[in-house]
């Protein structure tokens, strides 16, 4: 048994372990492989291993693996996680279902347009800076409800939820605030929203948690778990 298997094997039990401590479905929570450095080859044998999901942060990176890979199942899905740059919005809509880093109007705007173009609604996730690090990319806090109530008013593109990067720790219960803060936005937003313009927008997903603090990220209502190196190991 290879390693990758082992792995995945670890990290679901660890997802369920997570979810049911804190009262939630495990099914409720779905694991974003993160391929990003990782060969074709390698994501072939995650993709074997059962893994349905696979996270990309860079759009040329993502095109070549992607064509590498031999008539992937429809089962498998690739979900762009990285920044994403407005001239890159024609390849994301032909690539990802879900974009989690939307994080201005303009790039809204800008799949909005390429989406039209070939009759796609293409999923979203605002990512939100929540820590206020000027490190990150990410949107205010203070800015997400504008943000989406903007949004809101474009055909093709469709807000689903929020996705969060919080600082580093080496204690990860030490990131679980940031996690808790993302869902109370979430659940505010939503609320406002839903009483204001938009009674049908919904939120449901939340995506937190990487490597290091997923356990944390599910107690605090995670729906995806971005998770790279406890899969695949360091990478270079
Ligand atoms: C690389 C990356 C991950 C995966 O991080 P690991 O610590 O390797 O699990 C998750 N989310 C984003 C946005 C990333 O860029």
């Known amino acids: 048994m290879n390693d990758i298997i082992q792995n995945l094997q670890k990290i679901r039990a660890r997802i369920r372990r997570a979810a049911e401590k804190s009262g939630r479905n495990p099914e409720s929570v779905r694991l974003v492989a993160v391929s990003k450095t990782v060969k074709a080859e390698t994501v072939r044998q995650a993709i ?38 407005t001239n890159k919005a024609r390849d994301a809509v032909r690539l990802f279902s879900l974009i989690h880093s939307v994080d201005s109007f303009k790039l809204a705007a800008a799949l909005n347009r390429e989406a039209e173009k ?25 800015e997400v409800q504008n943000l989406i109530a903007e949004i809101t008013t474009l055909k093709s593109v469709k807000v689903i939820g929020l996705m969060t990067i919080p600082p580093y720790f080496d204690n990860p219960e030490k990131a679980r605030p940031y996690f808790d803060e993302l869902r109370s936005l979430r659940d505010r937003v ?47």
């Open 48 to 85: 074997a291993a059962g893994v349905t999901i696979l996270g990309e942060s860079y759009i040329q990176e993502a095109r070549s693996k992607i064509s590498a890979l031999p008539l992937p199942p429809d089962s498998i899905s690739w979900h762009f996680i990285g920044h994403l740059q």
């Open 118 to 142: 070939i009759d796609k609604v293409q999923s979203i996730l605002v990512q939100v800076n929540i820590a206020a690090e000027s490190s990150k990319s990410g949107i205010a806090s203070q």
């Open 190 to 236: 939503q609320k406002n929203l839903n009483a204001e313009s938009t009674p049908d927008l919904s939120l449901d997903e939340l995506s937190m948690g990487m490597s290091g603090d997923f356990e944390a990220a599910i107690a605090a209502g995670a729906t995806l778990v971005r998770i790279g190196t406890a899969i695949f190991g360091e990478r270079n």
